[in-house]
């Protein structure tokens, strides 16, 4: 595994914090809840192993823009049994690359 990135972690964090989550957890795993929802939050280092789990999990990947599409190529071939989203992180900006599929909402 590769060193923690600190400032992802905290980015990371943060987003959570900001879309109503209550973030639990130290280092670069960490468990958000909001409502009824549970999320596993991974940030993406250097070779990690993808986490396993049982249905009915959701996981966010939050990663660089360098390390979004090999992250994601990986989760698709891998077909893991709980939903996955991955955030972008790049300077101070984030975007949702990929968000689980389900239905669409309008604001």
């Known amino acids: 595994m590769g060193p923690v990135n600190m400032r992802i972690v905290e980015q990371a964090r943060s987003i959570f914090?900001?879309?109503?989550?209550?973030?639990?957890?130290?280092?670069?795993?960490?468990?958000?809840e909001r409502a009824?929802?549970?999320?596993?939050?991974?940030?993406?280092?250097?070779?990690?192993?993808?986490?396993?789990?049982?249905?009915?999990?959701?996981?966010?990947?939050?990663a660089q823009p360098e390390d979004a599409d090999g992250l994601e190529e990986r989760l698709k071939s891998a077909d893991p049994s709980y939903e996955w989203a991955i955030i972008v992180v790049d300077g101070d900006d984030y975007q949702v690359e990929r968000a689980p599929p389900g239905p669409r909402v309008s604001a």
Not at 24 to 30: H, L, S, T
Not at 36 to 62: D, M, Q
């Open 36 to 62: 009824w929802k549970v999320v596993h939050v991974n940030t993406v280092l250097e070779n990690e192993a993808l986490p396993t789990s049982t249905n009915g999990n959701f996981h966010c990947f939050v």
């Open 17 to 32: 914090a900001e879309l109503g989550y209550t973030v639990e957890g130290n280092g670069p795993a960490f468990r958000a």
